[in-house]
T-cell receptor, first 111, second 114 residues
Framework: EDKVVQSPLSLVVHEGDTVTLNCSYEVTNFRSLLWYKQEKKAPTFLFMLTSSGIEKKSGRLSSILDKKELSSILNITATQTGDSAIYLCAVEARRDDKIIFGKGTRLHILP | DAGVIQSPRHEVTEMGQEVTLRCKPI?????LFWYRQTMMRGLELLIY????????DSGMPEDRFSAKMPNASFSTLKIQPSEPRDSAVYFCASSLGDRAKKLFFGSGTQLSVL
């Protein structure tokens, strides 16, 4: 059965800290891995990763995929209170175009 | 573009009642997904459509759940009869193309079944 596992499930840090969120997956015919940020309502897209070892960056956020280890990490440097959210990892299967989400990491940044 | 539009935003109903959730995907998108989110189980895929055709409904929990997509601009998710354990946020999402699906989510429907 295809699955996506995220860790930690929740994390509390102080503003200015750096955090690393983890995502591991088991999926038949992997196509891509996606990261989303969910604040109050709908998840919003952050990154899409398809190739191993190539880092994607957007401001203080960055992410990288390791297809050998079937995993990805999302880094946030110099965290701000506005980074508080649930971060969701999802994997797309090539075989049937299915997109499966992990349970998310609930990140809380203390001022 | 207005984005993915879901209605209603909130629904409170009594056990046994029929519930219909509605979704209008982004114009031009050809894939539509229904997800359910709870604290315990996270974001679960219920069913998805490609070009209005249901591709995989293995995530639909029971026969009480059904989904339709009569045309490219409208989809419904129906629960009949509803039960308290169906209480959750239901999201609709759409995407464009066959590759590398970047999902755009609606604001969700918060369903409470009493």
């Amino acid at each position: 059965e295809d699955k996506v596992v995220q860790s930690p499930l929740s994390l509390v840090v102080h503003e200015g800290d750096t955090v690393t969120l983890n995502c591991s997956y088991e999926v038949t015919n992997f196509r891509s891995l996606l990261w989303y940020k969910q604040e109050k309502k709908a998840p919003t897209f952050l990154f899409m990763l398809t190739s191993s070892g190539i880092e994607k960056k957007s401001g203080r956020l960055s992410s990288i995929l390791d297809k050998k280890e079937l995993s990805s990490i999302l880094n946030i440097t110099a965290t701000q209170t506005g980074d508080s959210a649930i971060y969701l990892c999802a994997v797309e299967a090539r075989r049937d175009d299915k997109i499966i989400f992990g349970k998310g990491t609930r990140l809380h940044i203390l001022p | 573009d207005a984005g993915v539009i879901q209605s209603p935003r909130h629904e409170v109903t009594e056990m046994g009642q029929e519930v219909t959730l509605r979704c209008k995907p982004i114009s031009g998108h050809n894939s539509l997904f229904w997800y359910r989110q709870t604290m315990m189980r996270g974001l679960e895929l219920l069913i998805y459509f490609n070009n209005n055709v249901p591709i995989d409904d293995s995530g639909m929990p029971e026969d009480r759940f059904s989904a339709k997509m009569p045309n490219a601009s409208f989809s419904t998710l129906k629960i009949q009869p509803s039960e308290p354990r169906d209480s959750a946020v239901y999201f609709c999402a759409s995407s464009l193309g066959d590759r590398a699906k970047k999902l755009f989510f609606g604001s969700g429907t918060q369903l409470s079944v009493l």
